[in-house]
Nanobody, 125 residues
């Protein structure tokens, strides 16, 4: 069983930056693929970015965040980070991290086995 805890959300002005963290329990977390998803008010949850497990750190970004967001992981700390730069009001959402027992999966939510509780990000204009 893996537990995921997100942190780092908050209120920021447009153009600002935030770094989200996803801390995991579990000895095999380094081998798991991890994704970030977000859900804005009144909208369905959507894929943001994913990173592979197993040491290769392969990544894939949604077009809406490409060039502004960066995902990384520190396997020694069992933590995945999401650095968000040049934030826009449309980035406002609850951000969730999710982990899959596979090293690399698609952006489909059903492929992720574990989910965090989410952290709120609000970007003011």
């Amino acid at each position: 069983q893996v537990q995921l805890v997100e942190s780092g959300g908050g209120l920021v002005q447009a153009g600002g930056s935030l770094r989200l963290s996803c801390a995991a329990s579990g000895r095999t977390f380094s081998s798991y693929a991890v994704g970030w998803f977000r859900q804005a008010p009144g909208k369905e949850r959507e894929f943001v970015v994913r990173i592979s497990g197993g040491g290769s750190s392969r990544t894939n970004y949604a077009d809406s965040v490409k060039g502004r967001f960066t995902i990384s992981r520190d396997n020694a700390k069992d933590t995945v980070y999401l650095l968000m730069n040049s934030l826009k009001p449309e980035d406002t959402a609850v951000y969730y991290c999710a982990a899959s027992t596979q090293q690399w999966v698609t952006s489909q939510e059903r492929e992720y086995n574990y989910w965090g509780q989410g952290t709120q990000v609000t970007v003011s204009s």
